[in-house]
Each structure stands twice: as structure tokens, then as C-alpha cells.
């Protein structure tokens, strides 16, 4: 760590003093190891958040438990991408109602993008007096010192403050797996999509620095992981801002360099900083996965530019040809938004073309959903929630069809797998470099080993048997 800036310098020793002083009071407190239950929400870049959390609760003395009515401190790491997905937290915070009522010292706290917005917070501060502590995204850090104040007689906090807006290296981590492991080498987003509330409650992007990365995924790689999974909301643009000469072609070229038998992915790409430097990175880079996670969300340019994504129907099929002819055998998967406001039955068409075009190994699609504060939330949404149902299940039925098609084409090859999940009695999952899952027959011992597997049949899930 030697190049860690002061003020990180700084972060670290404030946890660390507030880390043992919660270390301290904890005996007093409980007559049994605390417990800690950390519910996550949304994407990777949550998930991966929540190692840390879980590594800053474990530093502290908790024990980790996926049961929340046995916990005495119940966390929810929150997303606000779709209304949906803030419906559903706020169900099972008010679940935690009944346990505080039980006399325990019981610790309720939410963080993440939802936490983040200034309307969820009074929200909570409100109708949720059960709830302990509230935190934004910048904040992960002060979890010890929120802890300590409020288990030695403060009020209840909120903090959602965003002047803060670095990159904290050094943080403790508990890693939920042992052979896929998340990596971040960004934070934020800059990108402003019209519908997306990301870059309002994640804040600017900010790159890792190369040598951070590569410690880390050192250390990974070290202890056994056998899948990288590089995570950014835009990691095409990754080295942006920072003082030396890196991309992330470049990045993946240092990481493909490093000693062992491992791989790594990344997500997500965005269309308009994909580069053919890139594409020439994934192909000669073995242990880059030919996977490409490249949300289109529209067909139509019309509604591209609505959306604000800089690309447009053309340019995005000549990335995917210019792809395709780079890197032999590289599947796709996307993301599409069904039914922006104004978008007519003519623009969703469009979407449906590029799908049957590039015909993607799997798809990501949601329905819109206006999000406050957002340029689109203020747009002209007439078309109704039922209109857009119906185009919804249109895609999913020519997607399936692509899909199928797509998978029963790997009947008779073989691939190399890496055994990375046990799907039933004696039978484990393996992911090709093509991002492709084959289930086989095969001993638990193999868990994180690569096997080579002949794919026999199609059902709704490949199958296959080790040759
Ligand atoms: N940074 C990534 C995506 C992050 S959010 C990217 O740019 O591709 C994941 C997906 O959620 C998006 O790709 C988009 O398809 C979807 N999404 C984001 N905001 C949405 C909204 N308001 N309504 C519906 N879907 C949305
Ligand atoms: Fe949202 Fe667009 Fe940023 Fe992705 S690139 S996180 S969709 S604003
Ligand atoms: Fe959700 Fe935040 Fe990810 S809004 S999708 S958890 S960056």
C-alpha cells in the first residue's frame, strides 16, 4: 500500500479506532457473539459493496448469519434502479418492526443507492423510526464509528452526504465465494442515461488505480479464485481522469499477464466506449472471457438519443460485426428497456430487429420505470403499463427462440469448463469462456477446477458429460 494517499491514510486509522473501541463495548452489551445479517439488493457493484460491509462487521466481532430474526444487526444494502426493486426493501424493513419489540439491542440500518436519495431518507426518517442508522454510498467506511455512537446513546443517524467522493482502498473484505470473485476497478458513472437515477446516487466515476487492481486481483488469484469478474458501470472508460497511461484494454492486457490459471470477465460495456483496442484485447487475451455484456436498451435512434447514450442502431451492429469478425466464437448479452416515455410500437420494432440481428446469447429487459429526479421521469409517458406488457412478452418470445437456437448449437462440441456450482445430487455447473453454463455429472472435489466437457443434448439447461 505504499502509494495510499494520506487522507485514505487518514479513513483507515478513524475506522480502525472506532473498530476496536465497537470491539470494546460489544462484550457489555450482548451476552452472546453478535450477530450480523447483510441483505443486498441490485447489481454486482451492491454485491460487491456488501463484502466489504461484511468485512468491516466480522473486524468488529460479529458472526455472519442469513437469518435476520436471529441477528442484532440488521442491514439492508438498497438499490434504486427500478420502482420495483425500492418496493420490495421497503417490505422487509418494516418486517424488522416485530424484533425490535422484543427488548434486544437490535440494530437496524439501510444504505446504498436507494438510502442515498434525500427523498428515501426523509422517508425513513418518518415512517420507519425503527430504523437506527441511514447512509449513502459514500460511506461504507464510517459503518464503525455510526455503530459505536449509536450503541453508546446517540440518536439516530443519517448521513447521505456526497462531497466525499473517493475511492477508499484498504477496507477489511469477507469474500462470499472461493472461485468467482467480484473486482471493481470504478465507481460511479458520468453518463447521465435520461432514465437512470445511478449517477445521482452512486456519484462520479472514479478509477482504481492499475496497481491497486492487480495487487487485489493478485491476492485473489493467490488464495484460489479462479474467476476475476472486473466491475464498473461503465469499465470501457476505466483510467479516465487518472495520472498515467492505462485504458482498460490496457488493464486487461496486465491482468492476462499475471501468473496462473484463471479467468476474468467484466461488466458492464457501454457501446459508446467500446473500442476495437478492446476487442483486440479480448481476443488475444486468453484468459479473457469472448463474452461481450454490451446494453443496446433500444433499437430505435430516435429513442437512443432521447435516452441520451451516444450511439446509435448503426454503430452498435457494426460493433457487434466488427466483434464478431475480431474474436471468433464471442457470444453477447444485453440490456433493453421496454416502453421509454413516447417510444410507439414502431420504435419497440426496431428493438425487436436488432435482437433477431445480432442474436444475443441471453437478454437483460425491463420495463421502464420513472425514476425521481431523473430528465426521463419528466418526459411524456403515454403509453399504458398493459401496452407495454404486451411488447415486453413479444421480445421474450423472439428471444427465446434465439436462445434456443443458439444453445442447441453447442450439441456435440467440447468445451473447457470451469466447475464453479453444484446444481444437484453429484452434478456441478460449469461456465465456458464463451460465458456459456454446461451441467454435468461430477464430484464436488471438482469445484473450482477446469474439466473438458462434451455437450450432449439441449433441455431447457445444456447438458453434458467430462471427456
Ligand atoms: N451501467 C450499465 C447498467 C446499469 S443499470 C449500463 O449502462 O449498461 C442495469 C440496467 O438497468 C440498465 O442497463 C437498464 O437496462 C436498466 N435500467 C436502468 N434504469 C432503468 C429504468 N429507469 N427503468 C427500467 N430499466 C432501467
Ligand atoms: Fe445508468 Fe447509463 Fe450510467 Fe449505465 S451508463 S449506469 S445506464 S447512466
Ligand atoms: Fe441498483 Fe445501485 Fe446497482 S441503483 S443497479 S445497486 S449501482
Same mark, same amino acid.
Given at each position: 500500500?505504499?502509494?495510499?494517499?494520506?487522507?485514505?491514510?487518514?479513513?483507515?486509522?478513524?475506522?480502525?479506532?472506532?473498530?476496536?473501541?465497537?470491539?470494546?463495548?460489544?462484550?457489555?452489551?450482548?451476552?452472546?457473539?453478535?450477530?450480523?445479517?447483510?441483505?443486498?439488493?441490485?447489481?454486482?457493484?451492491?454485491?460487491?459493496?456488501?463484502?466489504?460491509?461484511?468485512?468491516?462487521?466480522?473486524?468488529?466481532?460479529?458472526?455472519?448469519?442469513?437469518?435476520?430474526?436471529?441477528?442484532?444487526?440488521?442491514?439492508?444494502?438498497?438499490?434504486?434502479?427500478?420502482?420495483?426493486?425500492?418496493?420490495?426493501?421497503?417490505?422487509?424493513?418494516?418486517?424488522?418492526?416485530?424484533?425490535?419489540?422484543?427488548?434486544?439491542?437490535?440494530?437496524?440500518?439501510?444504505?446504498?443507492?436507494?438510502?442515498?436519495?434525500?427523498?428515501?431518507?426523509?422517508?425513513?426518517?418518518?415512517?420507519?423510526?425503527?430504523?437506527?442508522?441511514?447512509?449513502?454510498?459514500?460511506?461504507?467506511?464510517?459503518?464503525?464509528?455510526?455503530?459505536?455512537?449509536?450503541?453508546?446513546?446517540?440518536?439516530?443517524?443519517?448521513?447521505?452526504?456526497?462531497?466525499?467522493?473517493?475511492?477508499?482502498?484498504?477496507?477489511?473484505?469477507?469474500?462470499?465465494?472461493?472461485?468467482?470473485?467480484?473486482?471493481?476497478?470504478?465507481?460511479?458513472?458520468?453518463?447521465?442515461?435520461?432514465?437512470?437515477?445511478?449517477?445521482?446516487?452512486?456519484?462520479?466515476?472514479?478509477?482504481?488505480?492499475?496497481? /491497486? %487492481? $492487480?495487487?487485489?486481483?493478485?491476492?485473489?488469484?493467490?488464495?484460489? #479464485?479462479?474467476?476475476?469478474?472486473? @466491475?464498473?458501470?461503465? *469499465?470501457?472508460?476505466?483510467?479516465?481522469?487518472?495520472?498515467?497511461?492505462?485504458?482498460?484494454?490496457?488493464?486487461?492486457?496486465?491482468?492476462?499477464?499475471?501468473?496462473?490459471?484463471?479467468?476474468?470477465?467484466?461488466?458492464?460495456?457501454?457501446?459508446?466506449?467500446?473500442?476495437?483496442?478492446?476487442?483486440?484485447?479480448?481476443?488475444?487475451?486468453?484468459?479473457?472471457?469472448?463474452?461481450?455484456?454490451?446494453?443496446?436498451?433500444?433499437?430505435?435512434?430516435?429513442?437512443?438519443?432521447?435516452?441520451?447514450?451516444?450511439?446509435?442502431?448503426?454503430?452498435?451492429?457494426?460493433?457487434?460485426?466488427?466483434?464478431?469478425?475480431?474474436?471468433?466464437?464471442?457470444?453477447?448479452?444485453? /440490456? %433493453? $428497456?421496454?416502453?421509454?416515455?413516447?417510444?410507439?410500437?414502431?420504435? #419497440?420494432?426496431?428493438?425487436?430487429? @436488432?435482437?433477431?440481428? *445480432?442474436?444475443?446469447?441471453?437478454?437483460?429487459?425491463?420495463?421502464?420505470?420513472?425514476?425521481?429526479?431523473?430528465?426521463?421521469?419528466?418526459?411524456?409517458?403515454?403509453?399504458?403499463?398493459?401496452?407495454?406488457?404486451?411488447?415486453?412478452?413479444?421480445?421474450?418470445?423472439?428471444?427465446?427462440?434465439?436462445?434456443?437456437?443458439?444453445?442447441?448449437?453447442?450439441?456435440?462440441?467440447?468445451?473447457?469448463?470451469?466447475?464453479?456450482?453444484?446444481?444437484?445430487?453429484?452434478?456441478?455447473?460449469?461456465?465456458?469462456?464463451?460465458?456459456?453454463?454446461?451441467?454435468?455429472?461430477?464430484?464436488?472435489?471438482?469445484?473450482?477446477?477446469?474439466?473438458?466437457?462434451?455437450?450432449?443434448?439441449?433441455?431447457?439447461?445444456?447438458?453434458?458429460?467430462?471427456?
Amino acid at each position: 500500500m505504499s502509494n495510499m494517499t494520506e487522507t485514505n491514510q487518514h479513513i483507515l486509522q478513524s475506522m480502525q479506532g472506532y473498530i476496536e473501541r465497537v470491539k470494546e463495548i460489544l462484550p457489555t452489551l450482548y451476552s452472546h457473539t453478535p450477530k450480523a445479517c447483510i441483505n443486498t439488493y441490485g447489481c454486482q457493484q451492491n454485491v460487491s459493496d456488501s463484502e466489504k460491509i461484511k468485512g468491516i462487521m466480522e473486524s468488529m466481532g460479529y458472526e455472519l448469519t442469513e437469518d435476520y430474526t436471529k441477528a442484532d444487526f440488521i442491514l439492508f444494502n438498497t438499490c434504486a434502479v427500478r420502482g420495483h426493486a425500492e418496493d420490495r426493501v421497503f417490505g422487509n424493513i418494516g418486517r424488522t418492526k416485530q424484533l425490535k419489540k422484543s427488548g434486544e439491542k437490535i440494530l437496524v440500518a439501510v444504505c446504498g443507492c436507494m438510502a442515498q436519495q434525500q427523498i428515501v431518507c426523509e422517508k425513513v426518517k418518518k415512517s420507519y423510526p425503527y430504523v437506527d442508522m441511514l447512509f449513502g454510498t459514500h460511506h461504507i467506511q464510517n459503518l464503525p464509528e455510526y455503530i459505536y455512537k449509536r450503541l453508546t446513546g446517540s440518536g439516530r443517524i443519517f448521513d447521505i452526504s456526497d462531497d466525499f467522493n473517493e475511492v477508499v482502498e484498504g477496507l477489511p473484505i469477507h469474500r462470499d465465494g472461493k472461485i468467482k470473485g467480484w473486482l471493481p476497478i470504478m465507481h460511479g458513472c458520468d453518463n447521465f442515461c435520461t432514465y437512470c437515477i445511478v449517477p445521482y446516487v452512486r456519484g462520479r466515476e472514479k478509477s482504481r488505480l492499475p496497481e /491497486d %487492481i $492487480i495487487n487485489e486481483a493478485r491476492q485473489m488469484i493467490a488464495s484460489g #479464485f479462479k474467476e476475476i469478474m472486473l @466491475l464498473g458501470q461503465n *469499465v470501457n472508460s476505466y483510467g479516465k481522469g487518472l495520472d498515467c497511461d492505462i485504458n482498460f484494454a490496457k488493464l486487461l492486457r496486465e491482468l492476462n499477464g499475471l501468473e496462473g490459471d484463471f479467468r476474468i470477465r467484466f461488466m458492464t460495456s457501454h457501446p459508446k466506449d467500446c473500442t476495437l483496442e478492446l476487442l483486440d484485447a479480448v481476443k488475444d487475451c486468453e484468459k479473457v472471457e469472448k463474452h461481450l455484456h454490451l446494453p443496446f436498451q433500444s433499437g430505435s435512434d430516435r429513442i437512443l438519443k432521447q435516452m441520451n447514450r451516444r450511439y446509435d442502431s448503426e454503430g452498435y451492429l457494426n460493433l457487434i460485426n466488427e466483434a464478431k469478425k475480431r474474436i471468433p466464437g464471442v457470444t453477447f448479452t444485453s /440490456d %433493453i $428497456i421496454v416502453g421509454f416515455p413516447g417510444e410507439t410500437y414502431e420504435d #419497440f420494432c426496431q428493438t425487436l430487429r @436488432l435482437v433477431k440481428e *445480432v442474436e444475443f446469447q441471453a437478454l437483460f429487459t425491463f420495463i421502464y420505470s420513472a425514476r425521481n429526479g431523473t430528465p426521463a421521469a419528466k418526459m411524456d409517458d403515454p403509453v399504458s403499463r398493459e401496452e407495454k406488457g404486451k411488447w415486453f412478452s413479444e421480445l421474450l418470445a423472439v428471444q427465446e427462440d434465439i436462445s434456443k437456437k443458439n444453445y442447441a448449437s453447442y450439441v456435440g462440441k467440447t468445451y473447457r469448463v470451469l466447475c464453479d456450482e453444484v446444481v444437484g445430487n453429484s452434478k456441478l455447473s460449469g461456465k465456458t469462456l464463451f460465458a456459456v453454463d454446461i451441467e454435468f455429472d461430477a464430484d464436488e472435489s471438482l469445484l473450482g477446477k477446469f474439466v473438458n466437457v462434451k455437450v450432449d443434448r439441449f433441455t431447457n439447461v445444456l447438458e453434458g458429460t467430462i471427456v
